[in-house]
């Protein structure tokens, strides 16, 4: 019997985005700057000078974006709230048409039969907030809540799904410790002091959620499984310091309400002493979790590299993508299996997946060939079918990304989008991988 080629009713087929990689015009309309107005406009922090204040000019073409969405046959679409332009300050004052613009492109959702998913919180935290010590100050739980409430108020009536953060982790390690993203911070008693604020902020907002919201509400994180490079005990403890840090450092407060042992001794002096009562605002529970899988890291042990002590170690032989991320579906199906067995039945959305390559310029065609992006898709599409024939209760599938898009520090440069987006004219053009992802949309995953 050919194992079930469809993937289960109602299983949602979305693309994601992010407002600050997208959107452009960052203070127009009343809107207040966030750190990465900041951040992006100080010199030598963005690969090629590049910005955010064009970006894909989506603020004014978001209409047209809907299309290019509905021309794919997508029943979902993610997308994040610019905090700042609904509270120019972070907190207290409304912008009206900072609001009225994300009311506006919900209700064209809805009109086109795309479900929003909207993320709260995708790292462009409100540089008025920031002033006042960002997310190092325990003040930003409640900065959150209120902005999360506001949200709700406003467009819960029309926004079936909700989350919280995206990838706390990569806020934390490239934030506060590398110091490679807003706000470019390297310090290692910042780093897990952020990571229990932006956690507490979760469990405040999901709190605020329970009083008066009626659909469902979850969190994002970015889950890279560890593989050991060795046997050697010492390329496993490694793998096991690797794990706890990207990983269960996130999941485990919020999921099981206890931090991974192996944080306080990987900190040292720098892991604080968190009141109880923190962890059972972090530990609310949540309606479901969105995963978002890129790769795996094998790693090995490496003394020279305090405090994690580990380092990855490249796999050459196979193919990897333009921002350095080897090619590894099998990773897909061993942490949905890790995720499931670990917290149980909480329903998940693969709510990222996707690949950067380099698009070779294409006469102005109809459509961009894209050959290693549309092998990406069908691999992980066919891993994810499998976990979700294994038993693992994934909700839906949202490819990273609808358009090309600024990928932060790295600029426009590194291309995920499924539509490519040509910078000096604003054109968007389909790319194979897209004319690809459509057919297998048209029939709910059989043409796999
Ligand atoms: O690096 C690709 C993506 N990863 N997750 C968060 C997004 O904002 C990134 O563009
Ligand atoms: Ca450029």
Redesign the pocket.
Known sequence: MTRSLRFPDGFLWGAAT?AY?IEGSPLADGAGPSIWERFAHTPGLMADGDTGDIACDHYRRHAEDVRLMQALGLTSYRFSIAWSRVLPEGTGRVNAKGLDFYARLVDDLLEHGITPNVTLF?WDLPAALDDRGGWLNRDSADWFAEYAQVMFRALDDRVPLWTTL??PW?VVDGGYLRGTIAPGHRNLYEAPRVTHNLLRASGAAVAAYRAEGRHRIGVVF?LEPKYPASTRQEDRDATRRAHAYMNTQFTDPVLRGVYPEALAALYGAAWPDFPAADLECIRQPVDFVGI?Y?TRQVVRDDPTQPPLRAAGVPQRQRTHTE?GWEVYEQGLIDTLLWFRDRYGTVPVYLT?N?AAFYDPPQAAGPVVEDPLRVDYLERHLKTLRRAIDAGVDVRGYYA??LLDNL??SLGFAKR?GLYHVDFSTQRRTPKRSALRYAQIIASHGAAL
Do not use: I
């Open positions: 992010a990689q995708h995206n990838e990569v970015n978002n890129y921002t990222e996707g990273w990304s990928e932060w995920f």
